[in-house]
């Protein structure tokens, strides 16, 4: 997290966006980002971070899971999803401002395909496949 610049001051990278914050008065105690507000304490040293891009998609979907069997509204989810991928997207691309929208396309084909077996050990209810993903189990 830090990186010495000069015996006088160093710079710190925000463990939340990545943020490279110049010119830390050496012995600070913490700093707040001027990109995303968090707070970096630099009294505790910052834990080794390696993760990819599959651990992140595992993770998402079981924080997904979760939420949705805690019952929490499926409009809330997508708000928090869409606030979060507006603010990714910004991280990744300074300067830029983002929307992200969902356009409903109307019912999808899958609803209209004859059931072409009614043994459940081997078909999926239809109801809980969208877009190739198992909802809820």
Known sequence: MNEQSSSQAMNVQCVNCGTVIEAIPEGAGGVTCPVCQFYNDLSVPPAPLTITAEDLETNLGILMAQAR??????DEIVRILRDELEFAAELAHTGRNFCVQL???GPSDIQNLPTLTHDRSTAHDRS?????????S
């Open 69 to 74: 069997t805690g019952g929490l509204d499926q």
């Open 128 to 136: 809980t496949v969208l877009r190739g993903r198992s909802v809820g």
């Open 103 to 105: 356009i409903d396309l």
